[in-house]
């Protein structure tokens, strides 16, 4: 029997230790706990039972191989159709590669992007794929898995070999506020692609449940705007292992869709989105029909039509908008699936209400991303982000500020700037002697928010504050013409106060 001495930090790394002495049972998506639940037997004939959750933890089974070389064949058990998915697979594809096609001196596993842990040593590891088999049972069902479990008495092939402990690579952390933050736009990708850029950028290094590391963002929101689920736009320029790896294809998100839209819980899960929303508790309650259209049938201003995932619906001017929050969340390998499957959700139920389609806003309490897909994460990044020049033409589609627009003037001593909503309609003008003073009073209001619209804005108010000083004439958008002298009109911009009629405002 294997003790838990000879396990690589079994207090990170969760394992079931069981009575026998050469078989490892390797499960995917499934949870082995309830595995043992239903076929205790498991215990009885095997040595050591754990899961291969992502692609980081190939490196664990290779470290408790090494440990307990007395274990001479594998099982992999990926049954149901979660563990089928690309994400899914993800760690059970390194794991079948590594076996197939050997490991190369650097680490590298051939034909693909994964590079083992630098502590462990590529020959030792050689060893145990040439005397260690490894059995794909993932089309067995789980009460015919027992039968399956059958291997040959043989000696121990090596003596135990303990790698050192895995250090991570040092990751620089930019200085942030940690908590609450925001990033919206029209399409899944756009949005989803500034989410890891911020959680690679500022996200705390911390450990996680299963021993590996994570970079974490807590109360991440993010809003999309425009996408329909049914025609996705997709990033068909990335690498086809990075689209996979991240659910980003056609043929995951329809994958996906099949089992968020069904009210049945494939084998070996505990739970999936859409059984919790279509069968809920004992009675199997459809949250759809029961909560979200019952409430809304009494009232179109509901704020009750709420499902305990926790999913909430609201409308606003005809248009019905979908609220979802995730406790955890694995920004890159399940956050694109989920985000396709809260909008094909959200498009079914306003059809259903016979509202329009409005925003999908996510909140994703712990938006994090493990260890293993720091790599990827950087590369995306730095295509999308450090190594790709922006646009000089502003595209009003895309990049306009969702809470309007400023019109600056330089009139009576003064700078002022009008603010309006998208419609043209003037919401309110304020005024100052100096650029600072005026950054100082939009900031303090919070009248804008985009970030590139902000810095514009300020821009602009350099320029003006340069022309007031200098008796220069001044235009928006304009250069500045240092001949020109300024031939101002009084402005008829009143202030708050002035306008408040002495009603105590000020």
Known sequence: MISEQSLYQPDKFKVHLGKGDHIGFCTFWNEPEKAIALAPELLEKCAIIGTLYSRQGVNI???????????????????????????????????????????????????TNFLLEKELDVTVVRDIIKHVQLVDISEVPLDKVLTQLQVQESDVYMEPVRFADAIPTAVERFQSENVGWLARGKKVIDVWTRVVQRVMLYGAIKGTQYGSKQKELMGFSWVIDDEDPDNPVLPDEWPQDLR??????????????????????????????????????????????????????LSPDTRRAVMTTLIQFLQTDGKLHMLSTFRSHDIFKAAIPNAFGLRKLQKEVSKRLGFDMG??????????????????????????????DPSLVFDAETEGDPRGNARIEVANGKIHVTVMGVDGIELIQLGGASAHEVVRKL????????????????????????????????????????????????????????????????
């Not at 992999?76 to 197939?100: C, H, V």
């Not at 712990?366 to 790709?388: G, M, P």
């Open 61 to 111: 089974i290779l470290r408790n191989l090494a440990l307990n070389p007395h274990i001479r064949v594998v099982f992999a058990w990926g049954y149901g159709e979660l563990s089928q998915t690309k994400f899914g697979t993800a760690g059970r594809d390194i794991l079948f590669a590594l076996w197939e096609r050997g490991v190369n001196d650097d680490g590298s596993i051939p034909n």
């Open 244 to 297: 996979e790896v991240t659910g980003a294809t056609q043929d995951a998100i329809e994958q996906y869709f099949k089992v968020f839209l069904s009210k049945e819980m494939p084998a070996g899960v505990q739970y999936t989105y859409g059984n919790r929303l279509m069968c809920w508790g004992p009675n199997c309650l459809d949250q759809i029909t029961d909560s979200i259209e019952r409430n809304f049938t």
């Open 359 to 388: 925003a999908l806003h996510i909140v994703s309490n712990s938006a994090h991303l493990y260890e293993a897909d720091w790599a990827n994460a950087k590369k995306l990044i730095a295509c999308a982000f450090t190594e790709r």
């Open 443 to 506: 900031g303090q209001m919070d009248l804008f928010a985009d970030a590139t619209h902000m810095l514009y804005i300020g821009t602009e108010l350099e320029k003006a504050d340069f022309a007031l000083k200098n008796g220069l004439a001044y235009t928006q958008d304009k250069p500045l013409d240092l001949n020109k002298k300024a031939t101002y009109e009084k402005s008829s911009e009143k202030s708050i106060c002035e306008s408040s009629e002495g009603s105590g405002l000020c």
